[in-house]
């Protein structure tokens, strides 16, 4: 998510994700708790759909993956990409049980991902990362 708080970067990158897949004829769709945020004009401006998410969905808890994955089920959604701070473990392993997950990652910790992406400069020397030894990272700027 994006806004006053923490920047529009995390939704930013996620577009020029989107942009890509589109390219190979892949559908997105921004699942965002931040629907009315500047950037997500962006979203809508490259012709992707926007789903607001409120009450349970937008939480990162057991109630707020349940409701992700129903709108993943229903959009018939192959991958759930995830970019903020607020994405703790059970919420990232309870998505990643039933769909693929790409995780953005700024911070380093612990995760639950099929491909974790830390884009920052330098990351594949600081960054640490306890993942399973199946998840793809992506760390650094190369």
Known sequence: DGGAGIGSGHLMRCLGLAQQFARSDTTSLLATATPDAAPVDAWRGSGIAVHPLRDEMARSDESGATAILGLA????????VLDGYAFEMPFQARLAQDRRVLL??????????H???????????WAQYEAPPSCRMLLGSQ
Not at 73 to 80: G, K, M, S
Not at 104 to 113: H, K
Not at 115 to 125: D, K, M, Q, R, T
């Open 115 to 125: 491909i974790l992406v830390n884009p920052n400069p330098g990351a594949e020397n």
């Open 104 to 113: 953005f990652d700024d911070l380093g910790g612990t995760v639950t991902a």
């Open 73 to 80: 089920e229903r959009v018939d959604a192959q991958w759930i």
